[in-house]
C-alpha cells in the first residue's frame, strides 16, 4: 500500500510535541528542535531516525520498503520507500524515532495517556 507524506505527517503529528519544519527545502518533521525526518526531493522517499540496530534489521528483512544511500551510512537513519511501507510498520518507526528524541518526562506522559509502557531498553 503507497502511503502519502500527508499520511506520514499525520502519524508523527499525533505524538506529543511533534512540529513541521523545513529541512533540505524540503518538509520535515521535529521533535522540539530535534530531527525526525524528511521528504527528500523524489516526493516517495522519507528518512526517518532509526536505531541503528534496527536499520540493519530493516535493510535485510525488507528491502522493498527501506534502503540507504551513502550519505545516510554514517548516521542512524534509514530511507523509507513510501510506495512500499506498510502503514504500521511505518507507524511503529516513527513512534520509536519520537520516543529516542522525546523527553522521559514526554514519554511517561504519553505511555500514561495510551496505555502504553516504554520497552526496556
Not at 520535515?28 to 516526493?43: A, C, I, Q
Not at 522517499?45 to 551510512?73: C, G, Q, S
Not at 537513519?77 to 513510501?82: E, M, P, Q
Amino acid at each position: 500500500m503507497a502511503l502519502s507524506y500527508d499520511q506520514v505527517r499525520q502519524m508523527a503529528l499525533a505524538l506529543p510535541n511533534v512540529s513541521e519544519g523545513r529541512s533540505y527545502g524540503g518538509p520535515s518533521l521535529h521533535v522540539g528542535r530535534k530531527f525526525l525526518g524528511r521528504l527528500r526531493e523524489d516526493g516517495e522517499t522519507f528518512a526517518l531516525r532509526v536505531d541503528l540496530n534496527e536499520r540493519h534489521e530493516l535493510l535485510e528483512k525488507l528491502p522493498d520498503a527501506f534502503f540507504l544511500t551513502d550519505h545516510y551510512r554514517a548516521y542512524p537513519f534509514v530511507l523509507v520507500n513510501l510506495l512500499a511501507v506498510e502503514p504500521a510498520t511505518l507507524r511503529r518507526l516513527i513512534e520509536q524515532a519520537w520516543r529516542m528524541l522525546a523527553s522521559k518526562r514526554e514519554i511517561s506522559k504519553y505511555d500514561g495517556l495510551s496505555g502504553t509502557r516504554t520497552p526496556p531498553s
